[in-house]
Nanobody, 126 residues
Framework: QVQLVESGGGSVQAGGSLRLSCAAF????????MGWFRQAPGKEREGVAA????????YYADSVKGRFTISQDNAKNTLYLQMNSLKPEDTAMYYC???????????????????WGQGTQVTVSS
């Protein structure tokens, strides 16, 4: 069983930065991807960024490329999302996710992840 605990959300003004953290507990050695998703009120949950946990390849949504950076610290079993140049449209609940399924439908497939954190709120004001 895997438990994911996010932290680091908050309120910032447009142009500001935040760093989200996701600590993973339990048996994480069989994971394939860890990722960040977000969900704004009235919208579907969408993939923001992901990292292949063994190969290290990273993936980003077009809307955050060049502004967000995903990284992992394997020694700490922690995933990070550095968010720079934040925009009001980045406002959402951000979720950390992990999948142990080798073929879950792509890095940004919500249905492809079998473990989720509780979420952390990010609010960007203009």
């Amino acid at each position: 069983q895997v438990q994911l605990v996010e932290s680091g959300g908050g309120s910032v003004q447009a142009g500001g930065s935040l760093r989200l953290s996701c600590a993973a507990f339990g048996y994480t050695y069989s994971s394939y991807y860890m990722g960040w998703f977000r969900q704004a009120p009235g919208k579907e949950r969408e993939g923001v960024a992901a990292i292949h946990t063994t190969g290290g390849n990273t993936y980003y949504a077009d809307s955050v490329k060049g502004r967000f950076t995903i990284s992992q610290d394997n020694a700490k079993n922690t995933l990070y999302l550095q968010m720079n140049s934040l925009k009001p449209e980045d406002t959402a609940m951000y979720y950390c996710a992990l999948t142990t399924w080798p073929d879950g439908g792509g890095w940004n497939a919500v249905s492809g992840y079998n473990y989720w954190g509780q979420g952390t709120q990010v609010t960007v004001s203009s």
